[in-house]
């Protein structure tokens, strides 16, 4: 039995959704977790004996302007690792939560392993700008070991702060028992859906690098040709563009936007095809949980996409911003009855083949072991 720390970043999010879910896991072997986070992580839905959650509080003094978040983690990661005795800290990115954990290492007076998730926006964004970028670096490199969701991340996180150390690939999974395909004839009705149309999906943040017009594009080229829908899900900076442009192009009744959902796994359901256009995409876990319930995607290649993504068996991949490509693809693989069932059993069978979670969970707990044979 190991004490693991877990810190993340605990709101919706495909990081916090691993880190959580990787806790979960972990303590069903028999481990015992304390998740170190600013609240509650959202995908702690039931009790675990043996998970523990600490809060990162934040006082708010009149002398600070602006409360110190990353110094209160850093306090609270010391006090965590002396009481408890963590044998490892495992942090979902290298900035902040590397720096602080490095910090708390320092402080704590019993000896813990760092291990470090890269998911992605630390290095792909913030590495690009040179205020952090040393910081980064320092992060990963005094991390005990690193590990990194694609082997493209590996890449552009060597290339853009010239490290040599290792990063290992560990890939992302999905819960299994959660993202599996249900009956659920009800939904398209309720959603006004005819039984004829086909569903498209798309579910982000909506941040720049989502590329929403790209999808809103393609699908206005797909509904041209095939009786569709498009689900656009979730919320954030591009929604109220979005919204404009699906009413200038006229597409009002049939783009649905139902912002942030919760029953995620419900709406692939009724879903055929998944859509992610994205200009930056270390991984795509909302592509996992799409075949994990039998949707075959098509997406850009970019980042950890075709790792993700069988070109021509499981999905498409298309260049950045071919939309014309990626809606012929979609007309194709939709109109066509055989091969969308096709693909959606190559879809499952790629999911679970290849990013099952208990294979992830083995290989992070392998590492783990690996970190602390070497002290
Ligand atoms: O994509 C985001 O904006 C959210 C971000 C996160 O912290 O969850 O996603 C990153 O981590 C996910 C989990 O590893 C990956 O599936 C996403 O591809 C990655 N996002 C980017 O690289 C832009």
Known sequence: MKKIGITCYPTVGGSGIIATELGMLMAELGNEIHFITSSLPFRLNRVYPSIYYHEVELNHYPVFQYPPYDLALANKMAEVIDREKLDILHVHY?????ICAILARD??????KIVTTLHGTDITVLGIDHTFKKMIKHGIEQSDAVTAVSKSLVDQTKDMLGITKDIHVIYNFVNEEEYKKKELTTIKEQYGIEPNEKVIIHISNFRKVKRIFDVIHTFNKIQSQIDTKLLLIGDGPEYAEAFQLVSE????????????????????????????MSEKESFGLVLLEAMSCRVPCIG???????????????????ELGETDKAASFAIQLLGNEALLEKFSRNALTHARKNFHSQEIVNQYMDLYNRVISHS
């Open 249 to 276: 192009l006229g597409l009002q009744d049939s783009i649905l936007f139902l912002g942030k959902q919760k029953n995620i796994s419900d709406l692939l359901s009724i879903s055929d095809l998944k859509l992610l």
């Open 107 to 112: 402080i704590a007076e019993h000896d813990v």
């Open 300 to 318: 850009t290649n970019v980042g950890g996409i075709p790792e993700v993504i069988r070109h021509n068996e499981t999905g498409y991949i298309v």
């Open 94 to 98: 290298a900035m902040p939560h590397a």
